[in-house]
């Protein structure tokens, strides 16, 4: 099954079953395979009618911000699609789960050592961020 857009060609098509991964108020994150890599990816389709003024400009400004970061501990924006009523986000496919879910999974938490390293790391993101904005 062809991928995001209408009658235009797609950098991504839709596993089989469209499996879907995930889902939130404005959007759906669904599996796909990058047609020119065959990668695996996450395609995060954001309903745009579902978005107040507010809501959109965040978006925009989350994007900005994920095309600029690329650590390791980040899922990378590959690509982003816009038509006329949908957002499409490709996405790295984050299949090790989610950092919460993997913290809750072990009782009493995690020793400190575990996730010192990235989320030490994490925090530089932030200000790398800072600084290319007053770049």
Known sequence: RAGPGA?????????????TLGKGHFAVVRLARHVFTGERV???????SKLDSGAAAQL???VRCMKLVQHPNVVRLYEVIDTHAKLYLILELGDGGDMFDHIMQH?????????????TSLLWIPCLFLA???A
């Open 7 to 19: 009658g235009g060609s797609s950098p991504v098509e839709m596993d089989g079953a469209r499996r």
């Open 42 to 48: 996450a395609v995060k389709v954001i309903d745009k």
């Open 60 to 62: 925009l400004q989350e």
């Open 107 to 119: 009782e009493g938490g995690l020793p400190n050592a575990k996730p010192r390293k990235p989320l």
């Open 132 to 134: 290319t904005l007053q």
